[in-house]
Structure formats: structure tokens, C-alpha cells
């Protein structure tokens, strides 16, 4: 993610699964801000325990900056692999 200050909190959320990401969890590296997408929370409310990754057909991302700052966000990555589908005819 590219922006001018460090998000207090990213939140993802597909259909079933939802996970977070707090301002701690990021790197800066050239302006550039990195952080894993962390595990589903959707039972524990933790996103680093050993549950399963973030899958479905769409992610919606939420992105929250601290209030009465100079703040602007210029671009976000999310990378992804694709899954083969499961089922058979």
C-alpha cells in the first residue's frame, strides 16, 4: 500500500471469513507500507491463529487512518492465487 501514513487498521472480509491487519503489523519500506494478509478471525477474533486463509470470490478491503491527520492513500496491492475449482460434473 502506498500512502503518506501507516493505516490504524485494514479489515478484509469475503463471504464467510473476515481477518484484520493493525497499524503494528506493517513495514515501511520506500513509502511503501507491507503486511501479510493474516488468517480468517471469524470464531477467535485472532488473526494470528491457525485457522484457515481468506478465500472467495471477491475481497472487500477497509482501510481506517487516525483521525485529524494529513493522510492520503495513492494505491494498494493485493495479491492472490487462484484456486482450481472443486467440484465434478
Not at 58 to 86: D, S
Request: aromatic share 14%; glycine share 4%.
Amino acid at each position: 500500500m502506498v500512502s503518506d501514513t501507516t493505516p490504524d487498521r485494514l479489515d478484509f472480509a469475503t463471504r464467510d471469513h473476515i481477518s484484520f491487519l493493525a497499524s503494528a503489523e506493517f513495514e515501511e519500506l520506500e513509502d511503501f507500507y507491507y503486511a501479510p494478509v493474516k488468517n480468517d478471525s471469524t470464531g477467535t477474533g485472532v488473526n494470528s491463529g491457525d485457522t484457515s486463509r481468506l478465500w472467495g470470490r471477491y475481497l472487500k478491503v477497509k482501510m481506517r487512518f487516525a483521525p485529524n491527520l494529513f493522510q492520503k492513500l495513492i494505491n494498494y496491492v493485493v495479491k492472490y492465487r487462484a484456486n482450481p475449482r472443486l467440484y465434478n460434473r
